[in-house]
């Protein structure tokens, strides 16, 4: 496996989370509008992915693809709306350590089923007993951030 995908992997993740936190302050400026936040989000993303389809060229062969395509192909954009609303809404209300470790958590647990299931049309990938490991303790990893100060306190007493 390539390092250099990996490490630009582990730079989508930062980003996540740094986007979140913009978004959160952007809402906090607009009087607390979650969703005018969100569509301004996505408004200025859709700029920048136009600027760069424009300039890789073919958009006229991929647009005229689209309309034989079934919609559930779409739902990719209501799914992506849904997560950064989600974010704007949820980060100034659990914090962004909480919402980030349950976003890790939700995205692994449904990564490994997309991939040993072969859902929504991926490749099925079997999920070893030892990436199953790896998968529990991560999430156990997501129950000390969530409670771990709790499990600590409860521990002294």
Do not use: Y
Request: glycine share 12%.
């Amino acid at each position: 496996m390539n390092a250099a995908l990996f490490l630009l992997a582990f730079c989508v993740g930062i980003f996540i989370s740094v986007q979140a936190a913009v978004n959160s302050q952007l809402a906090g400026a607009l009087h607390a509008n979650s969703v005018v936040a969100a569509l301004i989000s996505f408004t200025v993303g859709t700029v920048v992915l136009g600027i760069a389809a424009f300039a890789r060229g073919g958009v006229g062969d991929a647009l005229g693809a689209l309309a034989g395509q079934p919609l559930w192909k779409l739902s990719g954009g209501v799914l992506g709306a849904a997560f950064v609303f989600g974010t704007v809404f949820l980060a100034p209300r659990i914090g962004l350590l909480n919402l980030v470790v349950l976003v890790i958590a939700g995205q692994l647990i449904m990564s490994m089923a997309i991939d040993n299931f072969g859902l929504v049309n991926m490749a099925a990938r079997k999920v070893s007993t030892v990436r199953m490991a790896g998968a529990l303790v991560v999430v156990a990893g997501v129950a000390l951030t969530l409670f771990g100060d709790r499990i600590v306190a409860a521990l002294e007493r």
